[in-house]
């Protein structure tokens, strides 16, 4: 089982970026997926969820209107596309993905926003 992280980098605030996540070594479409992220002696967060059909979306509070989620069950990826990007944003971003009691994590990639 793989969730491999990309898409990451440094970034200028207002700037722009979209994460992959390619998942492989278990059947993707049955999974619900979610983006975490981990700045810094802070606690993980959650960034986004996206149901296994792509159906249902949910944002964390600070992302609202500026990420968006989403899943190509064909490609078995994962999107995050994260617009006005802030210096609060700067974390190591995570793949995750669950189904009832079964669940994996990716190795996560760096995001840095930074003038």
């Known amino acids: 089982v793989q969730l491999v992280e990309s898409g990451g980098g440094l970034v200028q605030p207002g700037g722009s970026l979209r994460l992959s996540c390619a998942a492989s070594g278990f059947t993707f479409s049955s999974y619900g997926m979610r983006w975490y992220r981990q700045a810094p002696g802070k606690e993980r967060e959650l960034v986004a969820e996206?149901?296994?059909?792509?159906?249902?979306?949910n944002y964390g509070s600070s992302m609202k209107g500026r990420f968006t989620i989403s899943r190509d069950n064909a490609k078995n990826t994962v999107y995050l596309q994260m617009n006005s990007l802030k210096a609060e944003d700067t974390a190591v971003y995570y793949c995750?993905?669950?189904?009832?009691?079964?669940?994996?994590w990716g190795q996560g990639t760096q995001v840095t926003v930074s003038s």
């Open positions: 996206i149901t296994s059909g792509g159906v249902s979306i």
């Open positions: 995750y993905a669950r189904r009832w009691s079964t669940d994996y």
